[in-house]
Nanobody, 125 residues
């Protein structure tokens, strides 16, 4: 069982930056691929970024490439999402998730086993 708690969301102006954190409980954090998803009101939850269990592989949605980076610190059981050059369309609740599949790099919601409660990011124009 893994419990995930996101933090770092807030209100920022367009062009600004935020860094989200996701703290995981348990001693097996390093076994999980970790992803970030987001969901805006009235829209489906969508993939944002993922980092493999070892940190050696990452993948990003096209709409955040070049603006967001993902990293992890297995010693601290934490995964991060650095968001730069934020746009109003980035406004959403952001969720971290853990996948135990360890097959490829998961980008679909069904590939994840555990989810956090989300943190709100609002980008004003």
């Amino acid at each position: 069982q893994v419990q995930l708690v996101e933090s770092g969301g807030g209100l920022v102006q367009a062009g600004g930056s935020l860094k989200l954190s996701c703290a995981a409980s348990g001693r097996t954090f390093s076994r999980y691929d970790m992803g970030w998803f987001r969901q805006a009101p009235g829209k489906e939850r969508e993939f944002v970024a993922v980092i493999s269990w070892s940190g050696s592989r990452t993948d990003f949605a096209d709409f955040v490439k070049g603006r967001f980076t993902i990293s992890r610190d297995n010693a601290k059981n934490t995964v991060y999402l650095q968001m730069n050059s934020l746009k109003p369309e980035d406004t959403a609740s952001y969720y971290c998730a853990a996948s135990a599949r360890r097959i490829g790099v998961p980008t679909e919601t069904y590939e994840y086993d555990y989810w956090g409660q989300g943190t709100q990011v609002t980008v004003s124009s």
